[in-house]
């Protein structure tokens, strides 16, 4: 465990607060220099940050029952069906940090528009190969491990970095056109090739909108329980604090293989950010939602942006829900979503049986909304 430095086995130091953090990193997800961005900001003035790497969930997590750390940073997907491991260690988590950059980009020459017909993009994530089809029909999307099954060529051992590697030897070489990762592969291999963001804002993808890969670029902090919620409020912030809970109760019980194909996008929203935007798309119901009928702004608290699809394989068809709430009841929303949420899923994935009506037999119809691969 390089890195790790010695501490009397408490929260805080007698003359400063100072706090032992063990990181997990991830190559899409780099925890430890986040906590070094944070450590050099004014944010975190008058407070110390030791940190000390671990390579996963487990031993972070033994780090803290034997007190050896005060807190565990690392991406939420890690955490993703193992939380009854995180209680069974007396442990909970504390805080989050609010995700920078969830989007993910495309490495190619040019953008998703103007890409060749019939053209070659590798993708690691359902979703995103899904979300690629929606917008360009006549392109090939294919997952890393189909085109190396196709042309009989051997997948990269490693992890993500090595396999984004490997893909842009193919680009260079022009055997594909292109390849999507996340923006901290991409600028931990110092490339220079060309990138194009898959962004959430339609104004960033030529009016189309990507949502995130479900916990894209959010941290999470782990503690044992009880820990000094003085202390977690100096490292933790609200915007990240709600991005968990709602994700967390959204798709926490979800198995690995429906959450790949899940885009969740949850975000604070300033009520002068949502007018503007209601105004460009001339969206008259928003705008009048937070005016009184003279025209004053009455409601100014900050607004929780929920956004959650999934779409069917070929990217023909997309189930999405939104909602914009008060952060003051975004607890209360997102438990209701959830309900209408399951609801429409599955009604749009289920099967329509044979059915008689004054015409005579209606036959049997497939799903709307198929999502298998």
């Known amino acids: 465990m390089d890195g790790y430095v010695t501490c009397l086995p408490l929260e805080v130091d007698g003359m400063n607060d100072r706090l032992e953090v063990a990181s997990v990193d991830h190559p899409h997800c780099c925890v430890s220099q986040a906590l070094k961005d944070f450590g050099n900001s004014s944010d975190s003035e008058g407070l110390e940050l030791d940190l000390i790497s671990v390579k996963d969930l487990d031993e972070g997590l033994k780090l803290l029952k034997d007190v050896k750390c005060d807190i565990l940073a690392l991406p939420a997907y890690l955490l993703h069906g193992k939380q009854l491991q995180m209680l069974e260690a007396g442990c909970e988590v504390i805080g989050a940090r609010t995700p920078r950059r969830p989007a993910r980009i495309l490495v190619s020459e040019e953008d998703l528009f103007h890409q060749p017909g019939f053209g070659i993009l590798l993708a690691e994530s359902p979703l995103v190969r899904r979300q690629l089809r929606r917008y360009r029909r006549n392109i090939r999307v294919l997952s890393p491990k189909a085109y190396a099954n196709i042309n009989s060529v051997e997948l990269p051992k490693g992890n993500e970095k090595d396999l984004a590697i490997w893909m842009e030897d193919l680009r260079s070489s022009g055997s594909i ?11 931990s ?20 909108r990507f949502i995130p890969v479900a916990y894209s670029d959010l941290v999470i902090f782990i503690s044992r329980r009880n820990f000094p919620v003085r202390l977690a409020n100096l490292i933790s912030e609200v915007e990240g604090e709600s991005s968990w809970w709602v994700q967390n109760h959204l798709i926490g019980s979800m198995d690995e293989e429906m959450l790949s194909k899940i885009g969740l996008l949850v975000r604070h929203r300033q009520v002068g950010a949502i007018m503007r935007e209601a105004e460009q798309d001339l969206d008259l119901a928003m705008e009048s939602t937070f005016h009184d009928p003279e025209g004053d702004v009455t409601d100014t608290e900050v607004h929780v ?6 779409l069917s394989n070929d990217g023909t068809n997309t189930l999405s829900m939104e909602r914009l709430v008060a952060h003051s009841n975004y607890q209360n929303a997102t438990v209701a979503m959830l309900r209408d949420w399951d609801r ?14 004054r015409r005579g037999k209606e036959p049997a119809k497939d799903a709307w909304l198929n999502i298998d691969d």
């Open 177 to 187: 056109d292109g390849f999507v990762t996340s923006r901290e592969v991409y600028t």
């Open 189 to 208: 291999n110092h490339w220079r090739t060309r990138r194009h963001v898959l962004g959430i804002e339609p104004e960033e993808s030529h009016g189309h």
């Open 305 to 310: 942006e929920i956004r959650i699809e999934i």
């Open 344 to 357: 429409m899923l599955d009604i749009a994935t289920s099967e329509l049986p044979e059915q008689r009506t």
